[in-house]
């Protein structure tokens, strides 16, 4: 159970380009997601809180214009890089939760973006 | 604010040795804390999490973590490493008072290498 799906699991496009990556709970309904992005052999760096029908909070430093994130349902966020540059290469990883914060966060397998 | 310590980059131990890999945590409230594993180019997998109860939590794989309340410490352990636990490890922590969307610190990862 538990099982969180993130799709593309690659990406490699011109810059200047707009990517969006999905990422869905598949087997329970997530109320919170979560999206964070990873430098190599680093630690993950969280980018943005997704609650399903409200806006996204962001941390501080990471731009709303260029990282727009949609929780449209419970089973279902998607993170779209705007205008994609060269510094926007990296991993970037979903999770997602039930309305508990004594639950595990559930992640995905990530997605490899490489900006040309 | 909460944060998370993990002193090794890279833990080496023999395949059949004991196994552990060391966290410590700061939180101003109560703790919840987790252990994650990731596989190269992969999302993080739950390992298992301390909420409350016993000190001692057993979880996958094998693996288990001692709650340590006064030495602000959750060691993640395994009695006997196999060359398939080879991953990078991340302890986190959530500060179940003052955090109510289930937001995790994570630690910045240790590197688990075993050998044959």
């Known amino acids: 159970g538990a099982v969180v799906s993130q799709h593309p699991s690659r990406v490699i496009c011109k810059s200047g380009t707009s990517v969006k990556i999905e990422c869905r709970s598949l087997?329970?309904?997530?109320?919170?997601m979560f999206w964070y992005r990873q430098f190599p052999k680093q630690s993950l760096m969280l980018m943005a809180t997704s609650n399903e029908g409200s806006k996204a909070t962001y941390e501080q430093g990471v731009e709303k214009d260029k990282f727009l994130i949609n929780h449209a349902s419970l089973t279902l966020s998607t993170l779209t890089v705007t205008s994609a540059h060269p510094e926007d290469s990296s991993f970037y990883i979903c999770?997602?939760?039930?309305?508990?914060?004594?639950?595990?966060?559930?992640f995905g397998d990530g997605t490899r973006l490489s900006i040309l | 604010a909460q944060s998370v310590a993990q002193p090794e980059d890279q833990v080496n131990v023999a395949e059949g040795n004991p196994l552990t890999v060391k966290c410590t945590y700061s939180v101003s409230g109560n703790p919840y804390l987790f252990w994650y594993v990731q596989y190269p180019n992969r999302g993080l997998q739950f390992l298992l999490k301390?909420?409350?109860?016993?000190?001692l939590v057993k979880g996958s794989y094998g693996f288990e973590a001692e709650f340590n309340k006064s030495q602000t410490s959750f060691h993640l352990k395994k009695p006997s490493a196999l060359v398939s636990d080879s991953a990078l490890y991340f302890c986190a922590v959530r500060d179940a008072t003052t955090d109510s969307w289930g937001k995790l610190q994570f630690g910045a990862g240790t590197q688990v290498v075993v050998t044959p």
């Open positions: 301390y909420i409350t109860g016993d000190n």
């Open positions: 999770s997602a939760t039930v309305g508990y914060s004594n639950q595990p966060q559930h």
């Open positions: 087997d329970f309904q997530a109320t919170t």
